[in-house]
């Protein structure tokens, strides 16, 4: 059994208890039990956390290119060096299988992807009419920004906010989510260990109010964030009191369109991955509105089932598992109703699942993976995100009917196409009102591709050049220059 972090606040280098916030006891997902006890950071923790950032990046972007560069890329070092226990500790977060763990590989690509950048966020240097001056266009940090990472892709949200934060010149207050706050904490503690300084990134765990009071705090130049809708829009009217700039990656209701010359049985998998099974649909990338042509439909929802009913399920920490818990009680009871309401009201017919496993997993938070087929777009089951392992299977004529459907909603991160013919795929991603569209593969983020979502699915980009300029602000200096 790994060792899990002792739960105590990080700020500067010193691990913080007796903090004003109290303290949340972390529940193992997987059984439902207590497994550490977590200090949340109050407003008293959230200041002193602020204040050692802006001391940090003083001394951050007074290092050298050089410098920054080679500490970031140690620091990528570092992570490689311990993914097997990050992985282990984000399985014990959130229940994410082992087999699904690793994405603390992904904060090392992120790492190693903007250390490149460092010496690279180039300005420009203009003419201006009528003029010999000098006229230099910048690009400068803001100072202290705060990352605030979701419960179900901690690590992930660090290597794609916290990396190109560093990378362009700013300190961090990183404050994850009280379910999950284990891996970012020793993240934190890496990041002391691979000679950052001090204070660079501050690791405070807090409920909803600590992060109000950190959004709130009018020393913090930028927010990034990640999560849900209802906590987006207060986190925009607490910043608006500060003007403060907000990137917001929120959730989605991706469509994955099966067209009738895709490959079944790879589309089949896919399917079942993107949709239930992946972190048990816990994902703003779940596939959730499966839209099958036609022609194929009963032979597709045939294979889909099949794969979705193959999934190895159990205790995430069990390397052959694929499929484990919901995060909480409280996630497993709202699944259930969202499953409940959706068969009282005949939203459309339940295939698989709809209900909670019991015998040695009962006393986990497990919800079988679960299945509607021929389901009403309009319905809300269709229109609401889920975040769990429930998808829902609804039929299209032809391309013109698969791209209203897909468009057919409020939210737009991603979108996925199954097809063998490339002038379709290219056809109908360019339709598409999604920020992300995959075509013959799996939501697979990588930090050369920006990632963001249209409409109700968020702003602002993270990864690729758009993710690191997001960390920077724009800066003009105007030099006279006498004519002769």
Request: proline fraction near 5%.
């Amino acid at each position: 059994m790994i060792e899990l972090p002792s739960g105590a606040l990080l700020i500067g280098d010193e691990r913080i208890t007796g903090a004003s916030g109290g303290t949340h006891a972390h529940i193992y997902p997987g059984t439902g039990q207590p497994n550490a006890t977590v200090e949340l950071a109050g407003s008293a923790e959230i200041d002193r956390a602020v204040t050692a950032a802006r001391d940090a990046q003083r001394q951050w972007v007074g290092y050298s290119v050089d410098q920054r560069r080679d500490l970031l890329m140690g620091l990528a070092d570092l992570v490689s060096e311990h993914a097997a226990e990050l992985a282990a500790i984000n399985a014990s977060d959130y229940g994410v299988p082992m087999a699904m763990a690793g994405n603390s590989i992904l904060t090392e690509r992120f790492l190693r992807f903007y250390a490149g950048y460092v010496d690279k966020a180039h300005g420009l240097s203009t003419p201006v009419s009528g003029s010999f001056d000098v006229n230099i266009v910048e690009r400068v940090p803001y100072g202290v920004v705060s990352v605030i990472t979701p419960w179900n892709g901690s690590l992930v949200v660090i290597g794609s906010g916290v990396a190109p934060a560093l990378a362009a010149g700013n300190a961090v207050v990183l404050k994850p989510s009280e379910l999950a706050p284990l891996a970012p904490l020793r993240f934190g503690e890496l990041c002391l260990q691979a000679g950052l300084p001090p204070g660079l990134v501050n690791v405070v765990p807090a409920k909803a109010d600590g992060g109000q009071t950190l959004v709130a705090n009018p020393g913090i130049g930028k927010i990034h964030f990640t999560g849900g809708h209802d906590t987006a829009r207060r986190v925009l009217r607490t910043a608006a009191g500060n003007l403060t700039p907000v990137i917001a990656e929120l959730g989605g209701k991706s469509a994955n369109i099966v067209f009738a010359d895709a490959d079944l049985d790879a589309a089949a998998t896919l399917a079942a991955f993107q949709g239930p099974l992946t972190q048990s649909g816990q994902s703003c990338a779940c596939a959730s509105r499966i839209l099958v042509q036609d022609s194929i439909y009963e032979t597709f929802l045939d294979k889909f089932l099949t794969a979705v009913r193959s999934a190895p399920i159990g205790d995430p920490l069990r390397p052959d598992v694929v499929f484990g818990p919901v995060v909480s009680e409280s996630a497993a009871a709202r699944i259930m109703s969202v499953i409940d309401d959706a068969v009282s009201g005949k939203s459309g017919e339940l295939v698989a699942g709809g209900h909670r496993i019991g015998g040695e997993l009962a006393d986990g938070f497990y919800i079988a993976p679960t299945v509607f087929a021929d389901v009403d777009n309009r319905s809300a089951l269709a229109q609401e995100e889920t975040f769990g392992p429930v998808v829902s299977v609804m039929r299209f004529r032809d391309e013109d009917h698969a791209v209203n459907l897909a468009n057919d909603t409020r939210f737009g991160l991603n979108a996925f196409i199954q097809t063998g013919d490339l002038r379709r795929a290219h056809r109908v991603a360019r339709r598409l009102e999604a920020g992300s569209i995959w075509i013959n593969t799996f939501s697979d983020i990588q930090p050369q591709g920006p990632y963001g979502g249209y409409k109700h699915s968020g702003f602002g980009r993270t990864g690729g050049l758009e993710g690191l300029y997001e960390f920077l602000q724009t800066k003009n200096i105007r030099i006279g220059m006498p004519a002769t």
